[in-house]
Antibody, heavy 118, light 107 residues
């Protein structure tokens, strides 16, 4: 059973780049069976899909964030990562990594809280 | 972008009740719909995919129905552990989008 764990700074300054990593255990990011996604949830609000990466390196991003988002995969470390540039307070959220088929996500990490503040 | 209207936003119910949550799409999505349960401070958990297929390990009191633009999540006999927030999600087209959530609270 795949398990996911997010890691990264909990505090990021405005205008800087948010960087998070998701470590995969019990499975391989190189597996063609999974799509690897990032989703976020602002405090007290609903869920927003950020984007995904496939093992081949192909990506798909939410157009609302596309100009600021990069998702990459590191097969040597069995990890995938999120970078979100030029952050503002509106990017404060719990960030989740998740895996699944192309569409729904059946395994989620526990989430990591990122606050954007000076 | 496909917009989703989930209703109600808040549902007050008692243990043993049958509850129904609706999710309506701005355009048809065939059966490309999932339902998730989220408890406070926890990650969402997949309940149903393909509109009506129960995820492995999910109790049979949960069921999903619908296709096209109108979908329903039903909990046949509400248990104490079912008090949570429920989200629908479409994956028919990009960007994948979620409903705004339905909080099921104790009446």
């Amino acid at each position: 059973q795949v398990q996911l764990q997010e890691s990264g700074p909990g505090l990021v300054k405005p205008s800087e780049t948010l960087s998070l990593t998701c470590t995969v255990s019990g499975g391989s990011v190189s597996s063609g069976s999974y799509y690897w996604s990032w989703i976020r949830q602002p405090p007290g609000k609903g869920l927003e899909w950020i984007g995904y990466i496939y093992y081949s390196g192909s990506t798909n991003y939410n157009p609302s964030l596309k100009s600021r988002v990069t998702i990459s995969v590191d097969t040597s470390k069995n990890q995938f990562s999120l970078k979100l540039s030029s952050v503002t307070a509106a990017d404060t959220a719990v960030y989740y990594c998740a895996s699944g088929t192309p569409g729904y996500m059946d395994v989620w990490g526990k989430g990591t809280t990122v606050t954007v503040s000076s | 972008v496909i917009w989703m209207t989930q209703s109600p936003s808040l549902l007050s119910a008692s243990t043993g009740d049958r509850v129904t949550i609706s999710c309506r799409m701005s355009q048809g999505i065939s059966s490309y719909l999932a339902w998730y349960q989220q408890k406070p401070g926890k990650a969402p958990e997949l309940l149903i995919y393909a509109a009506s297929t129960l995820q492995s390990g999910v109790p049979s009191r949960f069921s999903g129905s619908g296709s096209g633009t109108d979908f329903t999540l039903t909990i046949s006999c509400l248990q104490s552990e079912d008090f949570a927030t429920y989200y629908c999600q479409q994956y028919y087209s990009f960007p994948w989008t979620f409903g705004q959530g339905t909080k099921v609270e104790i009446k």
